[in-house]
């Protein structure tokens, strides 16, 4: 009888109550650093049904609040249970310990399952190897390119011990029920070497938020360039280019500012929004080139600021080594911007003729080339064509199918303990 009583509550209270998910990242989402990763999770969590509750574990960044204790908060309308497993200032900068390393020794002495779990680091899903519940990997980089590219040994940790990586992926990688990735590159990847997990292995669009980033039309756009031009004390017709994004050597943010040495243009000025580790080697790029009239380094800005800029200036510029689908790229698009990017991550394969251009040399040279191109003519990249590249990429849309997914699962699972 005991055990009958106590197999019905457990029934019970699948049926009546939320799924739980639970989102880990080394963030405070009220206080976001630079990365596309934290925008992401806020996506998440903006559009996320009513039929879940959610929780992140994450990091504090201010001093008032309390560490490795869950309190609840307001999230863009949504009630989200938080707990911060220790102080973090000004993540844009990379300490002699990596955080994400710091992070998972925090998540060590914890019991954090949940119905559903959300990883967006391999490292931390070291500690979660006991836990149950449902499990997913975000995976947000071209991973081979990314471990293994020699262009600057001081980018990552783990490319100098790609085989270490390697192994501990290994070693965690069969815990998870999903592995989704916006690299059609990582796909494959992990389809190759994990051909028994075939089927919890896909690809997953990656998301931009419509509702933040959307085109002006012509006559908002064009008002809105001469306001920001004057404001900077710069002549109306002046043409921008923006970076945004951490300064760090993989978005190798150099390469950019010596593009616009090269390309020897007074009436174009470049934006630099972000900040990181090569903030002073910027800096004295710039000085050192000459051009300190034409670059402005804007430091970090927030998500609707960003967008501001996005819907003005004439083109975005990415010089990254290696990327996944940079969301920073989706953002400019869904503002009707066309984008100039050397080619790496999925970028390339989402360009069409008339939203973007593709240096095929990771030179200044190439570089300037492609943002001569888009400048000279701004006819030939509409803000339609723009718009359309994006479209599929709406947050509202992609993040839906996600949560009806885990829905699905939900539903199967208590099918299943009711059977």
């Known amino acids: 009888m005991?055990?009958?009583?106590?197999?019905?509550?457990?029934?019970?209270?699948?049926?009546?109550r939320k799924p739980v998910l639970t989102i880990f990242y080394q963030f405070d989402p009220w206080h976001s650093t630079i990365g596309g990763i934290q925008t992401?999770?806020?996506?998440?969590?903006?559009?996320a049904p009513d039929e879940f509750e959610l929780r992140v574990v994450g990091t504090a960044s201010q001093p008032d609040q309390a560490v490795g204790k869950w309190q609840e908060a307001n999230f863009a309308d949504r009630?989200?249970?938080?707990?911060?497993?220790?102080?973090?200032?000004?993540?844009?900068?990379?300490?002699?310990f990596p955080t994400t390393l710091?992070?998972?020794?925090?998540l060590l002495g914890h019991r954090l399952s949940s119905d559903f779990m959300h990883f967006h680091r391999l490292e931390p899903t070291l500690a979660a190897l006991p836990w149950s519940g449902d499990k997913t990997l975000f995976v947000h980089n071209d991973i081979r390119e990314q471990i293994q590219h020699r262009g600057n040994g001081n980018a990552m940790l783990w490319q100098r011990f790609p085989k270490a990586y390697f192994l501990l992926e290994r070693l965690l990688i069969g815990q998870f029920d999903q592995i989704l990735s916006c690299n059609a590159e990582s796909v494959k990847l992990y389809q190759e070497r994990y051909s028994a997990l075939l089927g919890h292995i896909s690809h997953i669009r990656n998301t931009v938020d419509t509702d933040t980033f959307y085109p002006l039309s012509t006559e908002e756009r064009q008002q809105a360039r001469i306001t920001f031009a004057q404001g900077m004390g710069l002549p109306e017709d002046t043409k921008f280019?923006?970076?945004a994004g951490r300064l760090h050597p993989q978005k190798d943010p150099v390469l950019l500012v010596r593009a616009i040495a090269?390309?020897?243009?007074?009436?174009?000025?470049?934006?630099?929004a972000g900040d990181g580790e090569l903030a002073p080697t910027v800096r004295s790029e710039v000085e050192r080139a000459g051009i300190s009239s034409r670059v402005t380094l804007l430091g970090p800005l927030t998500q609707a600021q960003l967008a501001n800029l996005h819907q003005i200036v004439h083109v975005f510029a990415l010089t990254s080594t290696h990327e996944g689908m940079p969301l920073v790229v989706l953002?400019?698009?869904?503002?009707?911007?066309p984008v100039v990017t050397t080619r790496?991550?999925?970028t390339p394969n989402l360009l069409t003729a008339n939203s973007g251009e593709i240096c095929q040399e990771r030179t200044a040279a190439a570089v300037a080339d492609k943002l001569r191109q888009v400048l000279q003519h701004p006819e030939h990249y509409s803000a339609e064509a723009c718009v359309s590249v994006a479209q599929p990429f709406s947050a509202r849309s992609v993040i839906r199918d996600v949560y009806d997914d885990m829905l699905q699962r939900w539903d199967k699972r208590i099918s299943l303990s009711t059977a």
């Open 331 to 337: 953002e400019s698009l869904a503002c009707g911007t």
């Open 262 to 272: 090269a390309l020897a243009d007074p009436g174009v000025h470049l934006l630099i």
């Open 2 to 16: 005991l055990a009958s009583n106590f197999y019905f509550l457990i029934v019970w209270d699948c049926f009546m």
């Open 79 to 96: 009630a989200v249970w938080f707990m911060p497993l220790f102080r973090l200032q000004n993540d844009n900068v990379r300490k002699i």
């Open 344 to 346: 790496c991550g999925d």
């Open 241 to 243: 280019v923006l970076f």
């Open 40 to 47: 992401i999770i806020a996506n998440f969590l903006k559009y």
């Open 102 to 106: 710091r992070y998972t020794a925090a």
